[in-house]
């Protein structure tokens, strides 16, 4: 079935701790994006790529960080997790990047809770 | 700054019409975007205005008004399963896309 795997699907951490969460997609889509989702508050960008190659910062980057080492993969690390990044987080992707009308295609989500 | 306004939870009898509206600020205008989002699932994309009027699609329906900053989803014969949350985005003129906080629908039998 075509479209976006994340994992883990849910993970509890320590502070402190390294943590990556992956994200494929098979629709070879140009665009990815890592969002996070929180109770009372809109979807917020952490990082985005417009292609193969690039990435780009979000509204909430800190603490974040991404590669695209190809069209399929965009995987996105906590280098040291802290609790306020408790949060779901959802990959999503789109056939291009930057300009038009870019329907986003989401992940089932990873829910990750810090201690 | 940026803004999308959207009302935190409607509810509406299973069968009947609901309008949930949607206001917005943001830095230029590129279109507007509504995504329903089931309850600890993945949004997926309803509708998409970039121009003033009304889009249909089968029991759902977008309004947009740019002049006016505004937009509705109309959902109409309400089923069960459209109890969720609907997010309205609107996309800037960087072709950023800002979230409102989403509308929590709850149907009653």
């Known amino acids: 079935i075509a479209g976006i795997t994340q994992a883990p699907t849910s993970q509890i951490l320590a502070a402190g701790r390294r943590m990556t969460l992956r994200c494929t997609q098979d629709?070879?889509?140009?665009?990815m994006y890592w969002y996070r989702q929180d109770l009372g508050l809109g979807l917020r960008l952490i990082h985005y790529?417009?292609?193969?190659?690039?990435?780009g910062k979000g509204e909430v980057p800190d603490g974040y960080s991404v590669s695209r080492a190809n069209t399929d993969d965009f995987p996105l690390t906590l280098a040291s997790a802290v609790p306020s990044q408790t949060s779901v987080y959802f990959c999503?992707?789109?056939?291009?990047?930057?300009?038009?009308?870019?329907?986003?295609?989401f992940g089932a989500g990873s829910r990750l809770t810090v201690l | 700054g940026q803004n999308i306004d959207q009302p935190t939870e409607m509810t509406a009898t299973e069968g009947a019409i609901v309008q949930i509206n949607c206001t917005y600020q943001?830095?230029?205008?590129?279109?507007l975007f509504w995504y329903q989002q089931h309850a600890g699932e993945a949004p997926t994309f309803l509708s998409y205005?970039?121009l003033d009027g009304l889009e249909e699609k089968g029991r759902f329906s977008s309004f947009l008004s740019r002049s006016k900053g505004y937009s509705y989803l109309l959902l109409k014969e309400l089923q069960m399963k459209d109890s969720a949350s609907y997010l309205c985005?609107?996309?800037?003129?960087?072709?950023?896309?800002?979230w409102g906080a989403g509308t929590k629908l709850i149907i009653k039998p």
């Open positions: 790529s417009n292609t193969a190659g690039t990435t």
């Open positions: 999503a992707s789109s056939e291009q990047g930057a300009e038009g009308a870019n329907v986003l295609t």
């Open positions: 629709m070879r889509h140009n665009a």
């Open positions: 985005a609107v996309t800037d003129s960087n072709y950023q896309l800002i």
């Open positions: 943001t830095s230029g205008f590129n279109g």
């Open positions: 205005n970039v």
